[in-house]
């Protein structure tokens, strides 16, 4: 180690040292923090103030040893052994010694203050056992002079000087006298080798006289004081006249009189023997720290003599008026600053910073001093804002190979914020009713600063790389897709390295990182919401990164905050969900709404075009219907080939949609074609014409033909789409969309599992059958069918049935032409209609059938009469209806056509009866259905329209229509019918 430090004896390398470029005084090193302890008034080099501090250094401990005239022997006349020799010491010129400076160095025992700071010895730190070891120092004072580089002959000069000041004033204490001034008493030009050296050094101790006197003095100086106006006087003089040093001349008498007069004043104004020349706050640190910093090694670790070194530093601390609270902060910052001027690699200097500080922090609860606290507020500040340099992006500045490091660094950065917030106060924060845990929101910021940059780098990161793979005409991943995979392993990292370290002060700070995170990334996300409009490939990835990134962070969470006392609630608060799957789930909302309105829309212009004509396919159904479905088939399609976490939850909306379109679809398939009561005719008023008038002559036409409804609506598409091929058209295309549906709930049954990788059960208790658009198909071809019927019975075939049917002489108007009509329609309709729809239909034409026999039989008008005689035709024409539908045994069941027939079986029954028994019968069922108001007067029955041998108005037609005297009479009588309309 002494090899590290050259003596420079000779007058030009010392000129050199002395004579570099003045740096400020509050820096010792290029990467040295600025100094905390303030700026000195007076520009003093890093040299003059470690010569003046090596001084005062031998000084004190010269006066330790007594009044016992002790030996110095140089380095160059000792013998490699380090002991001096009784001849070299013999032949030595006097000089002035301490036995303190003359121990030997015992560095083989393990330094006290290593221990206690947490640092290894040399012999631990793992060194070559095989390398040569640098030849030491002997003894503590030679260690002492080459680590505050003082060259052999300067030290020399000092002791000889100790020496005679000790002689001419035997028995004075170091600390009732002012060094530099009794050093200039004692040295002249001609005790140094060089005359520049000689003036640097008497210039050296002015300044310093001036610095610890005039400038920075203990006590406070006014400004009127005469001895500090001599001495100011004295000391612009030396710039004309330098002083005579070494003499006791008049000069020199001038300024010992102003030097010693200033030195001896106290605070309270109480004598002391006490000299304050170098005890004034700054000047006193800076000397301090020189001495201080004689403890390191020039690699930044302490040396393994620190404690035979201190031992003796302490000795100057009633010279610089440094006390055990003083010490400590100074060695903190010492230590600390050793660490960062070294390049930040000797991780055991900031273990031993960290250590220390925490004496610091005991000292800063008792001890109150204005000056204290001042010097206490500014190291802590400037230990603080270097910490926070680093932890408020401690990402960038650590890693797994220096968390040690960081460690460190963070306790030291929460002690200093602790110590400023809660020990000076009025400084650092404002009053505050409740507590505040400064712990916890020093790491709560730093983690939250730290966290927002390292999201900002990893933004900035990825943009970048998306640019770039843009540029060679790759398909890059979603931006944000790629940032959340990036945030999740920052999340992690951030749990499994830097968490465990902030948990002794925040044991919420994983939960406080993956918040942070939390809140970064759904501010991205917010925005690329916000700005969506449709569902693709690529913002579906970034949704489901996105939920997938919120579980992890969650989950991180509440692990961390399981032994909280809210169970981690006030962390997960601070997470708003991202709601990724509602975002995704309404663009598929959206996204379904626009295929089915699209699909409505199709349909409604479609339909406008259809022709529905029966040979357009083997199905005879619309070629709309056909493209509807297959619409419908792509649709599903397209939406189980959504790259989407939610096919399962969001099917019922799409089934909906186009279970709606297809309800529409029928709907509009029907529409137009009017009803059952579309095409009945209107029922003539009850009348009654007169027997044997000449409307009853077989060869005279009917005068008056009875009213009935338009046989088409106006919300029909025309005659055309009206024709029996057409209508049949509809009602296979109704029905083969009825077919489809079970075909189309079968096939999304499979995507799903398909798509969900799952089981069978995945689709129970799924809402998505298509029974809306299966109701309106059911309703479509049974409306249809009764619509169909009721046209070609009531409007195509009117001449033959409402027209011609029994009109004037029964026996001559048959039903043959109305069979003989509805033969070739059967034909159509067997031959066009769907197998599965054909009985529907031919069931409703034959009641439709009937229902016009019994409709020309009861309210056929006036010109339709007969008699109890007419009955055998009527039955016969019955029975010829009957045997239509039947064909044989190859048409409808027996059983359907006696169902729909038994109505006008029944009704047919009446006209057999007598006119006598008919009028009993309509007595007693008036008198059944009004009661007492039919005794003296026969109320007039409603039509019903239900036609029954038991009913009141269905006896009173066949009455009405029966052509013989009892009949006329009874209706003559009881209501005065007309006898014509």
Known sequence: MASLFRDRSDASSRRESLNSPLRDSTESSTNSLPSPFGTLALQLSDPDLRDTAYEIFVSACRTSAGSRPLTYTPQSERSTSGSPSPSSASSASPSSSSPFLQRSLTSAAASKMKKALGLKSKSGKGGDPNKTPTKKAGTIGELMRIQMRIPEQADARIRRGLLRIAAGQLGRRVESMVLPLELLQQFKSSDFPDPQEYELWRARNLKMLEAGLLLHPLTPLERSNPSAQRLRQILRGTAERPIETGRNTESMQMLRSAVLSLASRTIDGSGSDT????????????????????????????????????????????????????????????????????????????????????????????????????????????????????????????????????????????CSAQILVEDISQEYRRRRKGETDVARTTIDTYIRSSLRTAFAQRMEEVDSNRRSSNKHQNTPAPMLSILANDIGNLAKKEKDLFSPIFKKWHPLAAGVAVVTLHSCYGNELKQFISGLAELTPDSVQVLKSADKLEQDLVSIAVEDSVDSEDGGKGL?????????????????????????????????????????????????????????????????????????????????????????????????????CGTRSTFIPALPALTRCEIGSKIWKKKEKPTQTPPRRRSQVGSMNGRDSLSLPQLCTRMNTIYHIRTELENLEKKIKTCLRNVENAHADITDGLDMKFELSLSACQEGVQSLCETTAYKIVFHDMSHVLWENL????????????????????????????????????????????????????????????????????????????????????????????????????????????????????????????????ARSRFPLPPTTGNWSPNEANTVLRVLCYRNDEAATKFLKKTYNLPKKL
Not at 860 to 869: D, E, I, K, L, S
């Open 275 to 414: 000299c304050h020349w170098a005890d004034g706050s700054p000047l006193n640190l800076y000397l301090y720290q020189m001495l201080l910093e004689a403890c390191f090694e020039d690699d930044g670790s302490l040396i393994d003599e620190v404690d035979e070194v201190l031992e003796l530093i302490k000795k100057t601390w009633i010279i610089l008026g440094i006390t055990q609270i003083y010490h400590n902060l100074c060695f903190t910052w010492v230590l600390f600053n050793r660490y960062v001027c070294t390049g930040q690699v000797e991780t055991e200097l900031l273990l031993a910073a960290d250590t220390q500080l925490a004496e610091v922090a005991k000292d800063a609860k008792t001890n109150k001093d204005p000056v204290y606290c001042k010097i206490l507020s500014s190291t802590l500040t400037s230990i603080m804002r270097w910490a926070e340099k680093r932890l408020l992006a401690y990402h960038e500045a650590f890693n797994a190979s220096n968390i040690e490091a960081m460690q460190c660094i963070v306790s030291l950065g929460v």
């Open 572 to 672: 997960i608060r601070e997470m708003p969900p991202y709601e990724a799957e509602m975002a995704i789930a309404n663009l598929v909302r959206d996204w379904i709404k626009t295929r089915v309105d699209r699909l409505k829309e199709w349909v409604d212009r479609n339909l406008q075009q259809e022709t529905w004509n029966p040979g357009a396919n083997r199905a005879n159904c619309a070629p709309s219907a056909v493209e509807v479905l297959r619409i419908i088939d792509e649709t599903l399609d397209s939406y189980f080939q959504l790259p989407i976490p939610m096919h399962r939850a969001l099917l019922p909306d799409l089934t909906l949609g186009l279970d709606r379109s297809l309800q529409h679809y029928a709907a509009k398939a029907k529409s137009g």
């Open 806 to 933: 029994y009109l004037g002489d029964t026996a001559s108007n048959r039903i043959d032409p109305f069979i003989k009509e509805l033969d070739p329609t059967l034909e159509v309709i067997s031959s066009t209609v769907h197998n599965r729809v054909r009985n529907r239909v031919i069931t409703a034409l034959m009641k439709a059938a009937f229902d016009g026999f019994l409709l020309v039989l009861l309210a056929g008008g006036p010109q339709r009469a007969f008699t109890r005689q007419d009955s055998q035709f009527i039955e016969e024409d019955f029975k010829s209806l009957k045997a239509l539908f039947l064909a044989d045994g190859d048409g409808l069941p027996d059983e359907v056509v006696e169902k729909a027939s038994s109505q006008a079986k029944n009704v047919l029954t009446l006209f057999r009866a007598d006119s006598e028994t008919l009028v009993e019968s309509y007595k007693r069922l008036v008198t059944a259905a009004f009661g007492s108001a």
